[in-house]
């Protein structure tokens, strides 16, 4: 009777374990049935058995199943030696271990920022948005790397282990690097060291283990022609893929990358000082992750897991309304309802425009009242320069 009480009183376990059940249950039975399932982290795995075998990263990925798209892989060589381990299973047994972590990468990525009551109705409504289903449908790493860039902030606040799991999150996949950057603008410069001794550490452990793939992806693999060819597809939700899809490339179109991306990184970064400077870490980390996709010049709509954490905040600061728009601005319709494809996003009416880059519009326009919010709280307009609506761990 006592442990019914407690989950009557705190669903979040039967929420994240009824998940975690139903994507075990579906990894077996598409495993037994041997369906296609997972094409990204069968990447992963074709990367993982490249390596033992002796095989090239950066080459086509021989162990890809036959149902598989010709893929390549993309990270750098430390992600391709993390995979090894997923050799040990059948693929799709491989997406089944990527899809089990998804509900308590939720849990921790949502629990610094969301109010307690709000978590299980977040928890669930969180699966209904295209970032996380996608991230889930596909195999992807991106919840997971989330979970552990929030937990170094906010679980390990006062550690002398923070910044440990950035730095290895930031050589698996190279834009978490701007988490770094994020400690120094908040003056907190040994996390800061200690996450880039890290990432040089395992970067450079890589490069002992795999010199020819370290060679190559640093100096050409980097640039991935695959990326090149997609830029401009609706599905990359980048300012890079803004660009490409609304001027002819040239000089001009790479002036106004270059140019707004300094810009908006200038900007980020001054608020995430400001924001720390009056005690609003949450937002101040929200900005920086918004940041980063906004410059990385491949923001793939399922990349957009940061959306959860910026709905829990939203809901616990008392702006359930405009949680909800989002969140059903999220939810993929956006991406489907447009053409895209072979250069059919160049060819937009401004509707279209505006729909299919829905996500990008939602985080500059959020970016900017986060601006006119700051100001006004600075000035004594918004009644107080403290944050009372943060949320306490």
Request: glycine letters at 8%; hydrophobic letters at 55%; a positive charge.
């Amino acid at each position: 009777m006592k442990w019914s009480k407690e989950l009557r009183a705190n669903p979040v376990p039967v929420v994240v374990g009824g998940a975690m059940t139903v994507l075990a249950v579906v990894a077996l039975v598409w495993w037994i049935s041997d369906t296609p399932l997972g094409i990204d982290s069968a990447v992963y795995r074709a990367g993982g058995f490249a390596v033992l075998r002796g095989e090239s990263l950066y080459s086509p990925l021989r162990a890809l199943p036959g149902w598989a798209l010709d893929l390549p892989f993309t990270y750098p060589p430390f992600a391709g030696l993390l995979f090894t381990s997923l050799t040990a299973l059948p693929t799709q047994l491989c997406w089944g271990l990527l899809a089990l972590a998804a509900a308590p990468s939720l849990y921790f990525a949502l629990r610094p920022f969301a109010a307690r009551t709000h978590l299980p109705v977040l928890l669930v409504g969180a699966f209904a948005l295209q970032p996380v289903w996608q991230t889930i449908g596909l195999g992807q790493v991106n919840l997971v790397l989330m979970a552990a860039v929030v937990a170094d902030m906010f679980l390990l606040r006062d550690s002398r282990f923070r910044g440990i799991a950035i730095g290895i999150v930031a050589a698996i996949k190279l834009i978490p690097l701007i988490f770094i950057v994020h400690f120094l603008v908040v003056r907190r410069f040994a996390d800061a060291a200690r996450a880039l001794a890290v990432f040089i550490g395992v970067t450079a452990f890589a490069m002992a283990v795999l010199p020819g793939d370290s060679l190559r992806y640093w100096t050409s693999a980097i640039l991935n022609a695959h990326f090149a060819a997609t830029k401009g597809w609706v599905g990359n939700q980048s300012w890079q893929a803004f660009v490409a899809r609304t001027m002819p490339d040239g000089t001009a179109a790479t002036v106004v990358i270059v140019a707004f991306s300094a810009l908006f990184a200038a900007l980020a970064m001054w608020l995430v000082h400001r924001l720390h400077r009056v005690g609003d870490d949450r937002a101040a980390l929200l900005v920086t992750a918004g940041c980063s996709l906004l410059l990385s010049p491949i923001s793939w709509t399922h990349h957009w897991v940061w959306v959860v954490p910026a709905l829990g905040l939203l809901a616990a600061r008392g702006r359930r309304g405009g949680a909800v728009a989002i969140a059903v601005l999220f939810t993929g319709w956006t991406v489907a309802v447009v053409p895209g494809g072979g250069g059919a996003e160049r060819d937009w009416t401004f509707v279209e425009a505006v729909v299919g880059n829905a996500y990008l519009i939602v985080l500059v326009a959020a970016g900017l009242a986060c601006h006119l919010r700051f100001f006004k709280m600075y000035n004594g307009l918004y009644g107080t320069t403290n944050t009372k609506n943060d949320v306490n761990l």
